[in-house]
């Protein structure tokens, strides 16, 4: 079992930067694959990016690569998104999720966050 808590988001404004971060609890939390995804108003969640257990291989979404950056530290079981070059389109919420194995489908990841807001304006 995993608890995701996420932080970072707020508001922007276009081409501006923030970091998020998704504090993963449980001793086992360094074994799972983490991903983020978002969902904006009146859309369907999407996948962002995700990392494996040993924060050896990454993907992103054709929409934010070379604009974001996803990491971890296993020590202290949390995994962050650095989002550069921010879009008015990057806008939503914001969910880190957590699974074993890696992929990009939102419906194999049993553990997620509460979810943290972002809004670019333009």
């Known amino acids: 079992q995993v608890q995701l808590v996420e932080s970072g988001g707020g508001l922007v404004q276009a081409g501006g930067s923030l970091r998020l971060s998704c504090a993963a609890s449980?001793?086992?939390?360094?074994?799972?694959?983490m991903a983020w995804f978002r969902q904006a108003p009146g859309k369907e969640r999407e996948f962002v990016t995700g990392?494996?257990?040993?924060?050896?291989?990454?993907n992103y979404a054709d929409s934010v690569k070379g604009r974001f950056t996803i990491s971890r530290d296993n020590a202290k079981n949390t995994v962050y998104l650095q989002m550069n070059s921010l879009k008015p389109e990057d806008t939503g919420v914001y969910y880190c999720?957590?699974?074993?194995?890696?992929?990009?489908?939102?419906?194999?990841?049993?553990?997620w966050g509460q979810g943290t807001p972002v809004t670019v304006s333009s």
């Open positions: 990392i494996n257990s040993s924060g050896g291989s990454t």
């Open positions: 449980g001793r086992t939390a360094s074994i799972y694959s």
């Open positions: 999720a957590a699974r074993l194995g890696f992929g990009v489908r939102g419906d194999l990841y049993p553990y």
